[in-house]
């Protein structure tokens, strides 16, 4: 297949976590892909260009997501943008600005561009704060975080990821673009990156001597290479609409660092928990109507922990 008659596509903030193993899927399927970075000479980029494929069928872009004149050069052409890049918690300017202007950024870029299909990466963090939501029952696709309640709490990683959503859905109502989403739970798996990403920090966190309680409150796990999974069944499949859960499995954190130390005796462990008795359920049942499967849950913390050490995060007891 030649260059030209490859399907074209971009993936925004392409060196992140998420982003990275996407691009690399992509490439396995034959795509030619467009991933946008703040700076494609930057050390922390430079595993993308190691990929199967990069030479020949990927082409980094500068840009960040508030320059929509750079944003519109790196779609021009693609039939498919996947936006994932996605601001780092740090305050509520910091997060709330680049996501919703963001986003409003890469969408307008996607009209300009006749993009015909676009994934927007959102975040479970846009389902659970929700205090309305009735006791016991399973969250769905129905259920969004409530905006003054993320106000009230301080939780502007979840209001930024509730607003983008909502305005890129608003997008799809209006008939302007062709728009799915997806909420990932917290993503464990081997990372691609070099720098250690957030959701990794829970699993490095048990493997890593802990001498404070933690709360042994339900954590909802989904693996990275599970959500990629997810993102081209979503983008691939004409009868995907609306958003999707993407989550695995929902466990107590004392029952991950039994399970964990039971794989892992060498390591030193968190020693006490203290009891929460909130339960938190969600599903991903719409996902899995589609036809997407996830991987055992054991297997996600072998392969993460073998990367861990491979990296020289974790020393090999």
């Known amino acids: 297949m030649s260059g030209e008659d490859k399907e074209r596509v971009c993936v925004t903030g392409a060196g992140g976590y998420i982003a990275s193993w996407l691009v690399k899927y992509l490439l396995l399927k034959g795509y030619m892909v467009h991933g946008t970075v703040r700076d494609p000479c930057d050390e922390k980029n430079a595993h993308l260009k190691k990929l199967e494929g990069a030479s020949e069928n990927l082409q980094l872009f500068k840009t960040d997501l508030l320059d929509y004149e750079a944003l519109c050069a790196a779609m021009a052409g693609c039939t ?4 994932v890049a996605c601001p780092v918690p740090v305050g509520k300017v910091q997060l709330i600005e680049p996501a919703v202007v963001g986003t409003k ?3 307008n870029s996607c009209v300009k561009a006749k993009v015909k299909r676009v994934v927007v990466v959102s975040s479970i963090g846009a389902v659970m704060l929700n205090p309305n939501w009735p006791k016991g029952q399973v969250m769905d696709e129905e259920c969004w975080s409530d905006e003054e ?5 301080e939780n502007y990683y979840c209001l930024a ?4 959503e909502i305005q890129a859905l608003e997008y799809a109502k209006r008939g302007e673009l062709d728009i799915v989403t997806v909420c990932p739970s917290i993503v464990i798996g081997p990372m691609l990156q070099p720098t250690i990403n957030t959701s990794s920090l829970l699993l490095l966190g048990f493997l890593k001597d802990r001498t404070e309680p933690l709360e042994d409150e339900d954590r909802p796990l989904v ?12 983008y691939e ?19 991950l660092a039994e399970k964990i130390k039971s794989m892992y005796p060498n390591y030193d462990y968190s020693k006490s928990f203290t009891k929460v008795d909130e339960e938190l359920r969600l599903s991903s049942g719409k996902l899995q109507n589609l036809g997407w499967k996830y991987r055992p849950l054991e297997e996600s913390i072998r392969d993460s922990v073998k990367n861990y050490e491979e990296a020289g995060i974790l020393h090999k007891e």
Do not use: W
């Not at 498919?80 to 936006?83: A, N, S, T, W």
């Not at 309640?149 to 709490?153: P, S």
């Open 105 to 107: 950024n890469v969408l």
């Open 80 to 83: 498919g943008v996947f936006h």
């Open 149 to 153: 309640f993320c106000k009230a709490t």
């Open 223 to 234: 693996d990275v290479r599970d959500v990629v999974d997810a993102i081209l069944l979503i």
């Open 161 to 164: 990821k509730t607003i983008a």
């Open 237 to 255: 499949k004409p009868e995907a609409k609306g958003r999707y859960i993407c989550t695995s499995f929902t466990i107590r954190m004392q029952a």
